[in-house]
């Protein structure tokens, strides 16, 4: 069916309309959706024009369907670029970069495995975002030549995309007026200025605790590992039995803080590496905010063009320039919604993760320390 749009009267298919809702009457939100998860087994390295071109190849299998389809990365390249011109409102995290050399090495193509996989999940999160037909397209064509190019056809000729985004948004809300949104708007560019710098804070501080623990606090431990292992070797030269036990104690000692130093190097790989990695994530969203309330101020900044202009004003195209303001400031309201939603998600997630493994480190510190004290009667 073609229904009419709220934002200026055009016709789009109804299957387009994007809902915007107010549970709490107070804060608007994207409609609700089912999220979309999937997993990408080992990629594999293939080749083409006779071995002359070689490129990875990603399995992605949707949880919903169980159908695994192959994509290249330049596939998904071209997936974020599609997303990123279809909702100009939205924040699109950016992919993994490109690998300018060592891209077929097994740890980075591990690693970048990982970032495509915790990428797609982050797209599979959004209530518009995961259903749109670009996404569907990427994430369900298994037609790897006419079908994918069919589909690549329609998505870059898609009329609702980048302004025409908006035609699309259906506000079953009240729409903001302009002083609510202007303020809301304001407070989340300062709140998204101020955790990017935090965060940027917090990946330099887990690069300084990662060399503090494969370095000094490292070397440290096994100081002392080595010299009660070389005072043990000086007490086995006494000849009375009665030194027998302190010396396998002390001994004993020894070997429990070079273990000890082993621990505080492989402990970042639990905490530091994979918070920095979450926070990086989260850094990359972070940048793209600021394309999404450029979009916001341009349209705020047209209402106030009109409103300035000299001479006779078309009161309809007024109106409509009004309501392409409070439909656009809805969109960017129910967007900083998703995004505060997931923000409380995925920092007690992180937080949960880093105070555990922190836990886990000191506990079994405190085992050995524990085990290498009971050596010694009281």
């Known amino acids: 069916a073609v229904v009419s749009t709220q ?11 994007i809902s915007i809702i107010s549970p709490d009457n107070m804060h608007l939100e994207w409609g609700p959706a089912d999220q979309i998860s999937v997993k990408i087994t080992d990629p594999i390295k293939k080749q083409k024009f006779r071995g002359m071109k070689s490129f990875m190849s990603y399995y992605i299998t ?8 192959e994509r290249r990365y330049k596939q998904f390249d071209w997936f974020h670029e599609r997303l990123t011109e279809k909702f100009p409102c939205m924040i699109i995290p950016p992919l993994p970069e490109k690998a300018v050399v060592g891209k077929y090495q097994q740890d980075f193509v591990q690693q970048r495995r990982e970032k495509l996989e915790l990428w797609l999940n982050r797209i599979g999160r959004h209530p518009v975002i995961a259903h749109c037909d670009v996404t569907s397209h990427f994430l369900t064509c298994q037609d790897e030549k006419d079908g994918w190019k069919e589909g690549k056809r329609k998505a870059e000729s898609d009329k609702t995309s980048r302004s025409g985004f908006f035609l ?11 002083l609510r949104s202007e303020r809301e708007v304001a407070s989340f560019s300062g709140f998204t200025k101020k955790m ?13 605790y990662f060399h503090k623990m494969v370095g000094p606090l490292k070397q440290m431990y096994g100081k002392y590992g080595s010299l009660f292992k070389e005072l043990g070797e000086v007490f086995e030269t006494c000849p009375l039995p009665q030194s027998k036990s302190l010396t396998s104690a002390v001994m004993s000692t020894g070997k429990t803080y070079s273990e000890i130093a082993d621990v505080y190097e492989a402990q970042p790989q639990y905490d530091a590496h994979v918070l920095s990695e979450n926070v990086r994530e989260y850094l990359g969203m972070l940048g793209s905010v600021p394309d999404m309330l450029h979009v916001h101020k341009g349209a705020s900044q047209k209402v106030k063009d009109y409103t300035n202009r000299d001479g006779e004003k078309d009161a309809e195209e007024e109106q409509n320039i009004a309501l392409r303001y409070s439909t656009i400031s809805a969109a960017v309201l129910a967007e900083i919604t998703h995004f505060h939603k997931q923000r409380n998600v995925d920092f007690n997630a992180m937080m949960r993760q880093f105070l555990s493994s922190q836990l886990d480190f000191h506990k079994t510190i405190c085992t050995k320390l524990q085990a290498a004290l009971a050596q010694y009667p009281e």
């Open 7 to 17: 934002s200026t009267g055009e016709s789009v298919a109804e299957t387009d309309l």
């Open 62 to 69: 949707p949880i919903s369907t169980n159908l695994t389809v």
């Open 168 to 178: 699309t948004v259906q506000c079953d809300a009240p729409l903001p007026d302009g």
């Open 196 to 208: 990017e710098s935090n965060l940027d804070k917090v990946v330099r501080h887990n690069d300084d």
